[in-house]
């Protein structure tokens, strides 16, 4: 008495949310590599702040992460993410000033869909970020109200040093730690 196969079912991948987003490690140009810290930071914290958005999904940092350094095409990324958009962006970041491009791509077909330069001061790291976060919302129409934006706010980095230091912090633990 043979017994049949099981029936293996097959999983179709989950529909493609237009409110979902990457956010890559931003790019250091500033030349520095100790800057690739803040780079890092503003990148993760951005993420943190689309995550506490109502109506957003946000690929995790884990994830996007593991395309740092990588030249690869932002539509086959946002695929392989399940996205339906990718934020990349650059920091160039000196003593007492910084600039900041963010761009937002559409995955389906890799046209932008918003773009801003920030040119601040390195204390102005959390309204950047902030800023960014709820322009990449409204891109992807997502309204914010007060109390998301007061989330937002309570979430972000206070202290930018002791961001970077943290950062560094993390970065020797997992190298002496990892095989």
């Not at 912090?169 to 730690?177: C, E, I, P, S």
């Amino acid at each position: 008495d043979a017994t049949p196969d099981p029936v293996v079912p097959v999983l179709q991948p989950a529909a493609t949310s237009p409110r979902s987003v990457a956010v890559l490690p931003f790019v250091n140009m500033s030349g520095d590599v100790e800057q690739e810290y803040f780079a890092d930071g503003l990148s993760e914290e951005i993420l943190n702040s689309l995550t506490r958005i109502d109506g957003m999904q946000v690929a995790g940092r884990t994830s996007s992460f593991q395309f740092k350094g990588k030249n690869e095409d932002l539509r086959s990324i946002g695929k392989k993410l399940g996205v339906a958009s990718v934020l990349e962006g650059s920091v160039r970041r000196g003593k007492d000033a910084m600039r900041v491009t963010a761009q937002l791509i559409r995955v389906s077909d890799g046209i932008h869909v918003w773009s801003q330069t920030y040119d601040r001061t390195p204390d102005d790291t959390l309204a950047v970020q902030l800023d960014i976060a709820e322009h990449v919302a409204g891109a992807l129409d997502v309204v914010l109200d007060d109390e998301q934006r007061e989330r937002m706010r309570q979430s972000g980095v206070k202290n930018v040093e002791a961001f970077i230091a943290f950062q560094k912090g993390r970065q020797l633990y997992n190298d002496a730690h990892d095989p």
